[in-house]
């Protein structure tokens, strides 16, 4: 049967059983049962958190890789989140960073030093001591990456030289030049802290979780690839973040991670008591999930805004005058208006409006078809009788593939293509395989355009972003692609770098918002909305938290189903 059975018990009585395991052939049901399941759920009442239980988490994508450096990958960082710690936090509130695993820290005047002295007694689960040691070939392994074992650098770590140990429980990073985003750097999650066994293994056995011992408050005690993973409380967690101090272990038992790619199923399980919360509630479900009495979520990734981003190196994106004419083709409201909700603030520029350093470019971004037109006519594109815009017997013809993680991305591009032809030019968006999709997105001649969209809540999340030796969305020469022929933006580059090496923080984010300014007066980007992560959970699940850029935490929730 689908349905499941559970007790709760008030801290700190005995721990309840496992509920019965709900199955995926469950889900196909449940939509159609979901509107009369909702009516008759009970509202919480409980005085104080109760303990036990095991939530049920509905993800629509599957995990791909455990090493925390490719936590960047949303569901990666969701279960990276709740087995492994980190030397810092970053209060998702405040966003200043505070003690973890790390009792405090110092660094010299250029940032070209930093020392963590770190907290005593600390476990990976697998009983060996999280010490100096650990710390250092951890922070070895992300700032240089080992080639042998194909564990990439990590794109949050800029400048690493190498790491010292003073004694056993403190460790000195040294940086050949200023990394003042360095302590940032250590409260995210892809700098989690991983057991030495862990990263003997090379990194792609890292894609099946129990692989991945971390010192979190979760463990990793079963992964079926695609489809499942089961994660069981440490039941000696004892080391929180200092503005956490007043919980040690987990309040639930466990957790079941189960992959859901329908929106609807993942929706309807959720009004049916199936599940207690979900990731991804596309905006056309938000009203239906609220007037049911759930709760939804929305933190922001408060990083670099959803967009499309052009390659230059194609010769049909290459001249400025294209570019910008594609921007103000781009009615940025009608997409937001017609597909999302008041949870996807139109972008006001290449970052966050929640970002520090954020610059307002409003006023360069808007929707201006007229001026689009005249832009492609002086670059000598012609409407022909097609409709299409064509060029010494070439048609103004781009290709761009759909972006599975982001909200409504097929939706969102076929508007936009619709937004293109309207002045001539043709948009095919795409679909594939992951490795197709991969390969095809190295190759500036087969995606002159790609989705873009980065969380982080750091300045140095605009290099991550562009630089070429990061994730390098423009694709310039000697980045990540083989396949670009000539473009290179040296003096972005250089602004970039001047960003994630300044010490002065005024002049820092100044910085930033000239690297802003730079982009849009270059027409790199369209930015169309700020990105949230929207979840909704059963009104019996208390405690939800995310972290500063929207993964979800389990450490503080629990359940009342009374």
Not at 497 to 517: F, K, M, P
Request: net charge negative.
């Amino acid at each position: 049967m689908c349905g499941r059975a559970d007790r709760r018990t008030p801290v700190p009585a005995p721990f309840p059983p496992r509920r019965p395991t709900l199955r995926p052939d469950c889900f196909p049901v449940l939509f159609a049962v979901a509107a009369v399941a909702a009516a008759g759920l009970p509202s919480a009442h409980a005085q104080g958190p109760l303990r036990g239980g095991e939530l049920i988490y509905l993800d629509p994508q599957a995990h791909t890789n455990l090493y925390p450096p490719a936590a960047g990958f949303y569901p990666n960082g969701g279960i990276l989140d709740q087995v492994t710690d980190r030397l810092t936090w970053q209060n998702p509130q405040t966003l200043e960073i505070e003690p973890w695993l790390a009792q405090s820290w110092s660094s010299n005047a250029d940032d070209t030093e930093y020392t963590f002295h770190l907290r005593p007694g600390v476990t990976f689960s697998d009983g060996t001591p999280l010490d100096a040691r650990a710390v250092a070939l951890n922070y070895e392994t992300y700032g240089k990456g080992n080639p042998a074992l194909h564990f990439p650098v990590s794109e949050v770590i800029n400048n690493f030289d190498h790491a010292e140990i003073l004694d056993p429980l403190t460790v000195r990073f040294h940086f050949t030049r200023p990394s003042p985003g360095f302590l940032q750097g250590t409260s995210v999650i892809g700098s989690g802290i991983v057991s030495p066994a862990t990263l003997a293994h090379p990194f792609d056995q890292l894609g099946v979780g129990t692989q991945v011992v971390g010192s979190g408050p979760f463990v990793i005690v079963r992964d079926v690839p695609g489809k499942e993973v089961d994660l069981v409380a440490r039941r000696d967690y004892a080391w929180p973040p200092a503005s956490r101090a007043g919980q040690t272990r987990a309040w639930l038992d466990g957790v079941k991670i189960l992959v859901t790619p329908e929106d609807s199923i993942r929706v309807g399980a959720l009004l049916a008591g199936q599940a207690d919360l979900i990731r991804q509630v596309e905006a056309y479900d938000e009203e239906q999930v609220t007037l049911a009495g759930y709760r939804l979520y929305a933190p922001s990734t408060r990083g670099v805004n959803t967009g499309i981003a052009f390659r230059p190196d194609n010769p049909l994106v290459a001249d400025i005058r294209v570019r910008e004419a594609l921007l103000h083709a781009t009615d940025r409201q009608e997409i937001v208006t017609t597909l999302y909700s008041a949870n996807y603030p139109l972008a006001r520029s290449v970052l966050s409006a929640r970002a520090a350093g954020f610059r307002d470019l409003s006023d360069r971004l808007g929707f201006d078809p007229r001026r689009a037109a005249q832009l492609l006519d002086e670059a000598g594109w012609r409407l022909g009788p097609d409709g299409l815009r064509h060029r010494d017997g070439q048609t103004l013809a781009l290709g761009i593939h759909i972006s599975q993680p982001h909200p409504q991305n097929r939706t969102m591009l076929e508007l936009l293509a619709q937004q293109w032809r309207r002045v001539g030019v043709q948009l095919t968006v795409m679909s594939g395989s992951a490795a197709g999709v991969i390969l095809d997105n190295l190759d500036p001649t087969r995606t002159p355009v790609t989705v873009s969209e980065v969380g982080r809540a750091d300045p140095d999340v605009m290099k991550s972003e562009f630089f070429p030796s990061n994730r390098d969305t423009l694709l310039q020469k000697g980045g990540q692609s083989a396949k670009v022929r000539a473009f290179r933006d040296d003096r972005l580059d250089a602004m970039l770098l001047q960003v994630a090496s300044d010490t002065d923080r005024q002049d820092r984010l100044r910085h930033l918002g000239d690297v802003q300014e730079y982009i849009v007066q270059n027409a790199y980007t369209i930015p169309i909305f700020e990105e949230p992560q929207v979840y909704a959970g059963a009104p019996g699940v208390h405690g939800v938290g995310f972290e500063a850029v929207g993964r979800p935490s389990f450490y503080g929730i629990w359940l009342d189903r009374r």
